[in-house]
T-cell receptor
Framework: AQKITQTQPGMFVQEKEAVTLDCTYD???????LFWYKQPSSGEMIFLIY??????QNATEGRYSLNFQKARKSANLVISASQLGDSAMYFC??????????FGAGTRLTVKP | NAGVTQTPKFRVLKTGQSMTLLCAQD?????MYWYRQDPGMGLRLIHY???????AKGEVPDGYNVSRLKKQNFLLGLESAAPSQTSVYFC????????????FGDGTRLSIL
């Protein structure tokens, strides 16, 4: 069965510092996609970044990068130069070939001024 | 630029009542999904559809039914609401490819008394 694990219920980071949010996954599929979403206190889900299982390079999108370690089945999100607006819940998710989607429990990030 | 629209935004039901949540997307996406979000548990997939006239069970399908009679609409039904179905429900849609992110609606907050 597919499973996503986020072991950090809450994280704090100083403004302008970098932070890493952990995500590990479990699947027997060879082809899958990994996603990170942000959910601010207003409740909407915002797509941040994607990594495919066959992608050899780590994905980057502006201040977001994904540290993909396939052998360890981890897909950690790195946010550089944190801003106050980055305070939110962050969810890691995985889609497999049968289109099943699984989300982790999330990490609440708080950026301190 | 409506994207994904969920109706209603809020609803309070009594145990045993029935209701239908409507999701509409205007992006011509093939795939549509229904999730529930409970505190501390992230999003859990209820049902999904990979095209008009198709539906499939997700992680937590019991107590719910869905229909996709038109490509742009995905309906989620509760035949006999139970307090355990109190949750925030999110609809999402995406293109038909593993690497395509999901676009989410703003959610429906449902309370069952």
């Amino acid at each position: 069965a597919q499973k996503i694990t986020q072991t950090q219920p809450g994280m704090f980071v100083q403004e302008k510092e970098a932070v890493t949010l952990d995500c590990t996954y479990d699947t027997s599929d060879q082809s899958y996609g990994l996603f990170w979403y942000k959910q601010p206190s207003s409740g909407e889900m915002i797509f941040l970044i994607y990594q495919g299982s066959y992608d050899e390079q780590n994905a980057t999108e502006g201040r977001y990068s994904l540290n993909f370690q396939k052998a360890r089945k981890s897909a950690n999100l790195v946010i550089s130069a944190s801003q106050l607006g980055d305070s939110a819940m962050y969810f890691c998710a995985m889609r497999t070939n049968n289109n099943d989607m699984r989300f982790g429990a999330g990490t609440r990030l708080t950026v301190k001024p | 630029n409506a994207g994904v629209t969920q109706t209603p935004k809020f609803r309070v039901l009594k145990t045993g009542q029935s209701m239908t949540l409507l999701c509409a997307q205007d992006m011509n996406h093939e795939y549509m999904y229904w999730y529930r979000q409970d505190p501390g548990m992230g999003l859990r997939l209820i049902h999904y559809s990979v095209g008009e006239g198709t539906t499939a069970k997700g992680e937590v399908p019991d107590g719910y039914n869905v229909s996709r009679l038109k490509k742009q609409n995905f309906l989620l039904g509760l035949e006999s609401a139970a307090p355990s179905q109190t949750s925030v429900y999110f609809c999402a849609s995406s293109r038909d490819s593993l690497n395509q992110p999901q676009h989410f609606g703003d959610g429906t907050r449902l309370s069952i008394l």
